[in-house]
């Protein structure tokens, strides 16, 4: 009995004694026969368990990062919402830029501050005052259009009636001058906006819907030519002798945050060409896109040109033929009695044409327009050269 | 150790294995617990001596072949500790939670002496602190996690008569 157990603890050691040579042997293996051993256990029956470390490396780094990621995507989701607003303001500054490019001079640009009380809807106030030069009854516009005349001047700020005010009145007319009014507010009821009104008008004329209304410039108030909307539909109302149309406003007051404030010497020197239309203004920038094209395309002629000439002189002074020219084969000079006849019966028709063509040149001169239209006639080039020579 | 008690041993074992992979890495601590150790503690005291240190040699090269340049530090001490282990099974692994504990801590803090300084990659201040404060603390966490799962899995975890 006490043998065997000590046999069986020989027998542990020697196992013992065993793993930890092959251990030690293991661990002082060369870097070059470590690193494929180890790479060699990962990539066979160890794989799953490196697949497991792996996924829960993952697992630990999305729970360590689901915070910050959750702030950033909150952070986008505020710019995206800020995005909208800001692509709107964007364009709306875009359009007060153009305006003012357009106006040149003899405009104050102010911010709408807008109340939110009783009537705010119908009044503004304005960054800029009498000391900008802003005087009462000074025009209020946007880029699409009108927007009201100024009622109060401060040194600082002004006050502005909104053409929603139901005092508010401007002379209108169609832009080819065939039809006059006053537009007014209209409101579309208790809880609906506003529309405009154009009243007056004589009932001879008749504006079909999308006609465009322009303030007509009567009364001193306003320029002439300032958009004030498009006409959506004929009301019937109790006035038999003139008609009264609908439009649609060119510019909502809501929306309005920057505006432009006309000085009164602006308005004498007149408003055309202030208010293009959306589609001239297409077709404009279409135009600066073909242009731009074009020009592109015409550098590149003629920079190829340019690049041509040079390879051309280069090779005229080596003596080469010229670029994408392969000098044609030189044929023996045939001495016998029909070839000498040939080249002289060649040379005679050459000549010939050159007559020809000098007397046409005469002529052209003397007939420039038929000069335009006739067809050059190019001299046969008939003198013999020796092989490799450059024409 | 009849049939049905190998295989739960073996379903237990692969059971720490696996969670040696996923859990320690998911939970990512400073003072990590050591699943392996653990397995290697459990199994070693239901097999002889011999067999202990082979299992510990085999698991030590898997764990050093996930640890490029450590290749045998790891079968060094898991070797011994499972030797060791499964020739003092019949002291340490009595029917008491508090014993057991201590033999979770005591392996796994031998395994990490033997570790670093086998593996010679910590020297010097490093290493001392390493020894004293962060191994052992791991090993604490062990013992600990050790215990309740040992607690949990009481029904596939009975040790075979010494």
């Known amino acids: 009995m006490a043998r065997a157990i000590r046999s069986n603890t020989r027998f542990d050691l020697i196992i013992l004694g065993t ?12 870097e070059t026969m470590r690193e494929p051993m180890a790479t060699g256990m990962r990539r066979s029956f160890l794989a799953p368990l490196v697949m497991l470390q792996e996924s829960a490396e993952r697992g630990r780094q999305s729970l360590l990062q689901a915070e910050p990621k959750q702030a950033h995507l909150d952070s986008l989701s505020l710019g995206a919402m800020k995005a909208v607003s800001l692509e709107s303001e964007n ?18 640009p102010a911010e709408a501050l807008h109340g939110r009380g009783v009537r705010d809807e119908t009044t503004v106030i304005l960054s800029a005052g009498s000391r900008a030069g802003v005087t009462r009854l000074s025009p209020v516009i946007a880029p699409e259009g009108l927007v009201g005349v100024v009622d109060q001047v401060d040194p600082t700020m002004s006050h502005a009636m909104l053409w929603t005010n139901p005092d508010f009145r401007v002379s209108a007319m169609t832009p080819d001058g065939t039809a006059f009014g006053i537009a007014q507010a ?11 009104e154009l009243r007056g008008v004589p009932f001879r004329s008749t504006l079909k819907p999308g006609a465009v209304v322009v303030s007509s410039g009567w009364g001193g108030v306003w320029p002439r030519g300032i958009p004030i909307g498009t006409v959506l539909e004929e009301i019937k109302t109790s006035e038999g002798w003139a008609r009264t149309y609908l439009l649609r406003p060119a510019v909502n007051p809501a929306d309005v945050y920057s505006v432009m404030i006309l000085r009164r010497d602006r308005l004498a020197k007149g408003f055309d060409g202030i208010w293009e239309s959306t589609a001239q203004v297409d077709q404009a920038a ?38 994408g020219v392969t000098p044609p084969p030189t044929p023996a000079l045939d001495t016998s009695p029909e070839a000498v006849a040939a080249r002289a019966a060649a040379r005679r028709a050459a000549a010939a044409r050159r007559a020809a063509a000098d007397s046409a040149a005469r002529q052209n001169q003397a007939n420039p ?21 450059i024409r | 150790m009849n049939l049905g008690g190998a295989i739960r041993a073996i379903i237990s074992f692969l059971i720490f294995v696996v969670l040696h992979y996923t859990l320690r890495p998911l939970l990512g601590w ?26 510990g040699f085999v698991l030590g090269l898997i764990s050093d072949s996930l640890v490029p340049g450590a290749l045998g530090a790891g079968a060094i001490a898991m ?37 670093f300084v086998g593996e010679q990659r910590v020297k010097g201040v490093e290493l001392l602190q390493q020894l004293l404060l962060w191994s052992p603390l791991s090993a604490a966490v062990t013992a600990a996690v050790g215990v309740l799962l040992l607690f949990l899995m009481r029904p596939l975890l009975e040790p075979a008569p010494a």
């Not at chain 1, 209209?186 to 405009?196: D, E, N, R, S």
């Not at chain 2, 392996?36 to 082979?54: D, E, I, Q």
Request: charged letters at 15%; one cysteine or more.
């Open chain 1, 19 to 30: 793993c930890i040579v092959l251990a030690f042997a293991a661990r002082a293996l060369p």
């Open chain 1, 91 to 108: 364009d709306r500054l875009r359009k007060l830029i153009g305006l003012g490019s357009r106006l040149r001079w003899g405009f104050v």
């Open chain 1, 186 to 196: 209209h409101l579309t009821g208790a809880t609906g906006g506003y529309l405009i």
């Open chain 1, 286 to 323: 279409q135009r600066i896109v073909v242009s731009g094209d074009s020009a592109a395309k015409a550098a590149a002629l003629a920079e190829a040109a340019a690049r041509r000439a040079v390879i051309d002189s280069i090779a005229k002074a080596n003596g080469t033929p010229l670029l």
């Open chain 1, 369 to 389: 327009t038929q000069a335009d239209t006739a067809r050059p006639v190019i001299p046969a080039d008939t003198t013999r050269r020796p092989p490799g020579a």
């Open chain 2, 30 to 55: 400073r003072a990590p617990m050591d699943f392996l150790v653990l397995a290697l503690l459990l199994a070693s005291v239901r097999v002889r001596p011999a067999t202990a240190a082979v299992i």
């Open chain 2, 79 to 115: 070797t011994v500790v499972g030797f060791g282990a499964s020739y003092l099974k019949a002291v340490f692994f009595a029917d008491n939670l508090v014993l057991n504990a201590f033999f979770f801590f005591l392996g796994k803090w031998v395994f990490d002496i033997l570790y």
